[in-house]
């Protein structure tokens, strides 16, 4: 059984960066698609980026367009989620997760089966 650990998260002022990884254990991910929510405080838990199996095709949030960059390493069954221009707004939760192969789309958190426990980041102003 797949397992997901999510580190890389951490404090960080306005306008900074961070780096998330997610690293899988236990199965290999190169055949799925995988994605990145997040949770703030008091909210549902919100999609951010989604990248398809073969590494090309990317999905993301309005909120996090142009700003943060999905990509993944196959070989080394890892996810990861470059987070640039970091805002207050960005603090949050954030896990990742590996699509059903029953899924119907990309954005709702229904359609993912496997979840990390989540890393915080905290972005101050």
């Known amino acids: 059984q797949a397992q997901l650990v999510e580190s890389g998260g951490g404090l960080v002022q306005a306008g900074g960066s961070l780096r998330l990884s997610c690293a899988a254990s236990?199965?290999?991910?190169?055949?799925?698609?995988m994605a990145w929510f997040r949770r703030a405080p008091g909210k549902e838990r919100e999609f951010i980026a989604a990248?398809?199996?073969?590494?090309?095709?990317?999905f993301y949030a309005h909120s996090v367009e142009g700003r943060f960059t999905i990509s993944r390493d196959n070989a080394q069954n890892t996810i990861y989620l470059e987070m640039n221009k970091l805002t207050p707004e960005d603090t949050a939760v954030y896990y990742c997760?590996?699509?059903?192969?029953?899924?119907?789309?990309?954005?709702?958190?229904?359609?993912?089966?496997?979840w990390g426990q989540g890393t915080q980041v905290t972005v101050s102003s």
């Open positions: 236990g199965g290999s991910l190169s055949n799925y698609n």
């Open positions: 990248i398809l199996w073969n590494g090309r095709d990317r």
């Open positions: 997760a590996k699509q059903s192969v029953h899924a119907s789309g990309y954005y709702a958190a229904r359609d993912y089966d496997y």
